[in-house]
């Protein structure tokens, strides 16, 4: 009998995969908080959840790129569906649409829900250890 990990870790692997490029996504928000009409951006977990929890169903579970072309989001592989723009609250003179108090909290939001995915994550895999020694 083999062991699966796809099933064994669930979709957390792609949740730690997500939030790191959506750090990068926010960091690159905040580090263009100055630029005249540099537009925000950001990444839609909905979307990605329902994607991966889909594919889960279908019973592939990794992300299928079909087109070399889709990855058009500076490099990120959640391809250009799940990167969105951000409508701003208050639009500012030079057309900047960054928000630095919004994309501060997200990030810091962001920065906590890895943590949790992460310290998950862990524990499934300290199981799997328990389970191969039969304790």
Known sequence: MSISFDKAL???QQALSFRSQRAEVLA??????????YKARDLDFASVLAAQSDKMKNGTFSATL???HHIAADGFGMGDESLKYRIPNQPSVDQNTVDEQIEQANYAENSV???ASF???NSKFKGLMNALRGE
Do not use: E, K, R, V
């Open 10 to 12: 669930g979709i957390h």
């Open 28 to 37: 690159n928000n905040l580090a263009n908080a100055d630029t005249p009409n």
């Open 66 to 68: 079909t087109n070399s």
């Open 113 to 115: 829900q890895f943590q």
């Open 119 to 121: 310290t998950f994550l």
